[in-house]
């Protein structure tokens, strides 16, 4: 398994969860690492990625709200959510994302975890 997804839950309205994907070795030192989540009848979204100088991107929205680090001695990326809304409820997926010079693109992907928010 390259990517080990932990974390989710369910929570109440404003409530935090804490996201986290431990990569193999060879991927965190490679690999941009993010977060994408997805609903059912939905496509995957981007939720946040940071690259491996630790330059992050965040998603409108769930912009000032969520943040995304990376632990290199755990080789781990980790999403902290907070102020969580009932339209945060998806599933949670990790993602290694390399690009070559040539434009070639690699992925690996995260088992999924689920994250409900309730009222």
């Known amino acids: 398994v390259q990517l080990q997804a932990s974390g989710g839950g369910m929570v109440q309205i404003g409530g935090s969860l804490r996201l986290s994907c431990e990569a193999s070795a060879t991927i965190f030192s490679l690999y941009d690492m993010g977060w994408y989540r997805q609903v059912p009848g939905k496509q995957r979204e981007l939720v946040a990625t940071i690259s491996r100088s630790s330059i992050a991107n965040i998603a409108d929205s769930v912009k000032g709200r969520f943040t995304i680090s990376r632990d290199n001695a755990k080789n781990t990326v980790i999403l902290q959510m907070n102020s969580l809304k009932p339209e945060d409820t998806a599933v949670y997926y990790c993602?290694?994302?390399?690009?070559?010079?040539?434009?070639?693109?690699?992925?690996?992907w995260g088992q999924g975890t689920q994250v409900t928010v309730s009222s």
């Open positions: 993602n290694a994302h390399y690009r070559t010079p040539g434009g070639q693109n690699f992925d690996y």
